[in-house]
């Protein structure tokens, strides 16, 4: 299950609710699980392995979270700016302001209500993972300029690395 990188339009679509949670939706969740642990990311969204629907997993302080139908509930005014990156934009990183808190909620694979909060890498995870089931990458935070520059860094890296 190869990653979906800058430029497939899967990246950009907004993901779909999941309708019920079956047999199908725990097997993805369990990929993205998989994935995640295979490339050393702290989080992953459905769309990065090509479906486009609202899940998301993380890695964060030694413990797995999956979260379905994410919906953000609160978002800190209070913003950090640190360096970021993206298992779909592999190669490149840049400085990004996100909330410092963030409070997400969704289902369980039992379809339970489930609540994730908390500051810092948590924080940061939740609101890139979100942003990912939205269409968004970090690069869309950054000025045109910046994420111009760092587009062209993207591909030299990836030329570099096909020749
Ligand atoms: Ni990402």
Redesign the pocket.
């Known amino acids: 299950m190869d990653i979906r990188t800058f430029g497939d339009s899967v990246l950009r679509r907004k993901a779909e609710t999941v309708a019920v949670i079956d047999d199908d939706i725990r097997g993805i969740c369990q990929l993205m699980v998989e994935v995640m642990i295979r490339e050393n ?1 702290v ?3 459905a769309p ?1 392995i090509g479906i486009s629907k609202r899940i998301f997993v993380l890695d964060v302080d030694d413990e797995f979270h999956i979260l379905i139908n994410p919906e953000l509930v609160e978002l800190s005014e209070e913003v950090v700016e640190t360096k970021e ?5 592999p190669g490149v990183d840049a400085v990004v302001t996100r909330s410092t808190r963030a409070v997400v909620e969704g289902l369980n694979l039992n379809g339970e209500h489930v609540r994730l909060e908390g500051e810092g890498l948590i924080a940061r995870a939740i609101q ?2 979100m ?2 089931l939205n269409g968004n ?2 690069l869309d935070q950054l000025s045109t300029a910046r994420r111009q520059s760092l587009i062209k860094e993207y591909q030299r890296v990836k030329r570099e690395e096909q020749e």
């Open positions: 990311g989080g992953l969204a990065q990156g993206c298992l779909s934009v890139h993972e942003d990912h990458l970090f």
